[in-house]
């Protein structure tokens, strides 16, 4: 598959992300006014499209492969290290929250979060995707 094609293809995936990271930057821009759990899943959030962008005008400027997955590797793990960090921030804010409702006798106030089957069905998704593209990545790693 050429290189031209494949960025095409990842160019269009990052266009339809605007969904995603366009509220992602509004929370970062907001700054206090958003917990640090949420701006830190944004900042998650825009990590992951950055380095889309980035593999992106590297495929298009013909550079190596390994450079572009290189760049791939480190946003990847950028964005998953930032993303378990939102989720232990946010589990100590609701932790925070039911120990404030137990002491004041009120009902524990349900934080706002995305269901567990919505979570499931994007890692399932991620690995298929990264499933069927690895043999075309080490291939043209190896060979090329």
Known sequence: MPRTLLALGAAVIGAA????YLPALSDLRAGDDRPPALRTAALACLTG??????????LLAQAPWRVAGAVAAVGAAAA???AVRAGLLRRRDRREAGQWAEQLGAPP???????????????LSGVALAAAGTPFLVRQLLLG
């Open 49 to 58: 499209w950055c380095t889309l962008a980035a593999v992106v005008l590297l």
């Open 80 to 82: 998953s290290s930032l």
């Open 17 to 20: 992300g605007c969904v995603w």
């Open 109 to 123: 106030v349900a934080a706002p979060g995305r269901p567990g089957r919505t979570a499931l069905a994007w890692g």
